[in-house]
């Protein structure tokens, strides 16, 4: 079911009233919320055209003809005859290997090519031509689970619905390929140690045995008990995640990383935490938390605050925190709210799993948004419409212009 | 007042698709096109993205035909698929607002989402039939490219008409799998037991 103001959000969206706060607030309801409303819908207006209390569209036979041949031809294209196909295929794997090795000696010789005149001559180039070619954004969720036994499971091509059982949990993957770790019975068993981790470009979620949810970003990972008998509730992340915990005062519920201990009693938060970036950061949404340090420095957030911790242990903490830019990941778009270029080039070859060749040598900062499922192109010419750079795509790697 | 004609034998329509009829998927397609296309097009506030939105719902009931006449709820299952491809219209549409409000200045007409996903599912099918076996990618080719009847294609190949059906039905599964490895979802089936 939904709620009342769901669908008064959805009233607002069908009438084209929505303002960008509500959009911003139905895309954050719940997917099987926003689903059960629309299938609800779709069911009840099918079902009095049926009934003949609303009038059936009206429908060109022509174009309905159309449409279905359409359909119908995904899977009727003329192939090659078979026997040509085969012989296609030998070549095509030969041509493959050939390919591979191009582009391995190709990269290599790139950086004895691309001398100052090179890139000068590139930035007089237009867009069209810098771009070689193009990254399409990322599919699937690219996670990989590990179970106690260090046995590994590809969840991108495991079956939908129970992937595992593990003492009195069952690991049930959703069609939309959520995990899900689901106490079958009370009795207590032995708690094993999983582990999630997402590849580039991927990013997945989880709901743990305590029903505290967990969204990863692209090269994260989390390690989590499968379920949580003791006192306390227990894991560990590298990279980024968000966090909703479960409330549950009598099982404070900690979040290890890097030297770095969260601290919370139910609350959602994001940790951003990645090895190849200094600056460990936690934004607060709802609820408290505490940061405290391997050293024993402490600081406490309310909602709204950032903490962000340098590569020494040296604590900040800001309130009113771009809370929308910390969670864009999850929510799908890049924001840039004056961030600068190297971070979002290391965001941007995280997504895309690109390299970048910085050649420039400011570091200017960016304001504005970008959804994720968009080509790369999209997101740097976005950012070169600012006027402050410009990019040259080349195989799988992007040029930073000087 | 336009009213929908019923359409009447579902269960022989479902059969007939299942046998790879075209005519009959047609039919089909066109009954729940009229009744749903007002509908869902509240959800993508375009005509043109609820016809994709159709055409993306029923591309995975063609590719499911032999699975059609077991289907428990046709008509939920097709109202479940829509639903999902309905929510990402939706949730392009509300990522869209924000982005219309940031650096980029693209008018709202330009953006396409994902227009190309059919010709995506064209592709992927056409690499699921050319990595079947020789067999198979033949029985699968004479069903679809030929239209013959597996009774025609087993009398061709001098097979029995079950092993034909058979590997018509994993031609189908393998090409399903295929896509869901590319990140095209079919929700899940509810199928009728049998128990005789």
């Not at chain 1, 004895?112 to 590139?122: A, G, N, V, Y």
């Not at chain 1, 969840?155 to 049930?172: C, H, M």
């Not at chain 1, 600068?340 to 504005?368: C, H, I, Q």
């Not at chain 2, 061709?156 to 994993?170: G, H, R």
């Amino acid at each position: 079911m939904w709620t009342e103001h769901t669908r008064q959000l959805f009233e607002q969206y069908i009438n084209g009233q929505l303002t960008e706060a509500q959009a911003e607030e139905l895309n954050r309801v719940p997917e099987e919320e926003l689903l059960a409303f629309i299938q609800a819908h779709l069911e009840g207006g099918a079902a009095a055209v049926e009934d003949g209390q609303v009038e059936a569209a009206v429908i060109d036979p022509e174009r309905v003809q159309d449409l279905a041949e359409q359909i119908l031809a995904v899977d009727k294209r003329a192939h090659a005859p078979i026997k040509k196909m085969r012989r296609f295929a030998i070549g095509w794997l030969a041509a493959a290997v050939l390919i591979g090795l191009a582009i391995v000696f190709g990269g290599h010789f790139y950086r004895h090519w691309l001398q100052e005149k090179d890139l000068d001559e590139l930035s007089s180039k237009n867009q069209q031509q810098r771009y070689h070619n193009d990254v399409a954004p990322p599919a699937g969720s690219k996670a990989i689970l590990t179970l106690g036994n260090g046995q590994k499971v590809i969840l991108d091509s495991a079956v939908i619905g129970l992937i595992k059982k593990q003492g009195n949990i069952n690991i049930i993957k959703s069609d939309s390929g959520k995990l899900t770790y689901a106490l079958i019975s009370n009795k207590t068993s032995e708690t094993e140690y999983n582990t999630l981790e997402t590849g580039r470009g991927g990013q997945t979620s989880i709901i743990l045995a305590d029903g505290t949810k967990v969204w990863l970003d692209a090269s994260s990972s989390l390690r989590y008990p499968t379920s949580f008998p003791g006192k306390e509730r227990k894991v560990e992340i590298r990279g980024q995640a968000y966090f909703e915990v479960a409330k549950d005062p009598s099982k404070p519920f900690y979040v290890d990383v890097n030297g770095m201990r969260v601290s919370v009693l139910g609350t959602s938060y994001n940790i951003k935490a990645y090895d190849d970036e200094s600056t460990r950061i936690v934004t607060l949404v709802a609820g408290a938390v505490r940061v405290t340090m391997d050293q024993g420095k402490t600081l406490e957030m309310a909602p709204g605050d950032q903490v962000k911790v340098g590569a020494a242990g040296e604590m900040s903490k800001a309130a009113h925190a771009d809370v929308d830019a910390a969670l864009a990941w999850k929510n799908g778009y890049f924001i840039f709210n004056g961030s600068d270029m190297t971070t979002l080039l290391k965001e941007a070859s995280r997504w895309y799993d690109v390299e970048v060749e910085n050649r420039k040598t400011a570091n200017p900062r960016f304001y504005g948004e970008v959804p994720r499922n968009t080509p790369l192109s999209d997101l740097l010419k976005a950012m070169e419409l600012s006027g402050k750079v410009k990019f040259s795509i080349q195989g799988n790697k992007i040029i930073v212009l000087p | 007042m336009n009213r929908v004609a019923p359409l009447l034998a579902e269960n022989d329509i479902r059969n007939r698709i299942a046998e790879g009829d075209e005519t009959a998927f047609t039919e089909l397609f066109g009954h729940y096109y009229s009744i749903l296309l007002p509908f869902v097009s509240r959800f993508t506030r375009s005509e043109a993205d609820a016809e994709e939105v159709l055409q993306e719902t029923f591309v995975r009931v063609w590719l499911s035909r032999e699975q059609l006449p077991d289907i428990d709820n046709l008509r939920s299952w097709i109202y479940t698929i829509a639903s999902r491809q309905c929510l990402m219209v939706l949730r392009a549409n509300l990522n869209n607002k924000k982005k219309i409000n940031a650096l980029y200045q693209q008018s709202p007409t330009e953006q396409v989402h994902d227009s190309a996903s059919l010709a995506e599912i064209t592709r992927l099918v056409g690499e699921a039939v050319s990595q079947m076996p020789s067999q198979r990618q033949r029985i699968y080719r004479l069903s679809r490219e030929a239209g013959l009847k597996p009774q025609a294609i087993a009398a061709e190949l001098s097979l029995s008409v079950s092993t034909v059906k058979n590997v018509l039905v994993l031609a189908l599964k393998e090409i399903r799998s295929h896509l869901a490895e590319s990140g095209h979802v079919f929700p899940l089936i509810y199928l009728l037991l049998h128990f005789f």
